[in-house]
């Protein structure tokens, strides 16, 4: 819908009456690369039902993402325009960091993937590295998200590590990579 519709009601429904089937939207992505104040750890005051802290995250974007932001509208408005749309609005991702709204934003990291136990948290299998019947799927294995919906990798990965588990963890339950 046109920046200028209602959320709601009579307006909205005739904006989306005439627009449907008239409009296309241009969603353009960057990558957020890890950075030391974005970091997970255990809330001080909120718990689940067990009395267990719950996971924290604190992430704002840096200042090189919103400008990316910026640069990639501007770049896509012009795309717009050049495609002889009639009317074109670019709105780049402004800070702070919100829960509130939609952002698409795919957050990853926490529980990263490597080859050395010092530096990441499970191995080439998503299998911990210090607990060996722990497997930990999703994408939270990857450092930052690279791009775009991370879905397909982790579908990939959880692939892998089923196979993993099936023909190799549960004939020989032990770590399945050694540091």
Excluded: C
């Excluded at 690369?33 to 996971?55: C, V």
């Excluded at 939270?140 to 991370?150: K, L």
Aim: proline share 8%.
């Amino acid at each position: 819908m046109p920046p200028d519709t209602p959320k709601w009601g009579a307006a909205w429904k005739r904006a989306v009456a005439e627009h449907y089937n008239h409009t296309v939207m241009l969603s353009l992505h960057g990558s957020s690369i890890a950075q030391k104040q974005n970091y997970l750890d255990l809330d001080p005051t909120y718990k689940d039902a067990w009395g267990q802290p719950l996971l924290r995250m604190t992430f704002d974007f840096p200042p090189n993402d919103l400008k990316m932001a910026a640069y990639v509208t501007s770049k896509g408005v012009e795309i717009g325009k050049a495609m002889g749309a009639k009317q074109v609005a670019g709105n780049p991702r402004k800070g702070p960091y919100t829960t509130q709204q939609y952002q698409t934003t795919h957050n990853t990291g926490g529980t990263v993937m490597g080859n050395d136990p010092s530096t990441s948290v499970v191995n080439r299998y998503l299998q911990s590295w210090d607990v060996p019947n722990l497997f930990v799927i999703g994408a939270s294995n990857f450092p930052q998200n690279a791009s775009w919906n991370p879905t397909g990798t982790v579908g990939a990965l959880t692939y892998w590590a089923i196979d993993a588990m099936k023909n190799k963890y549960l004939k020989h339950p032990d770590k399945l990579v050694h540091a």
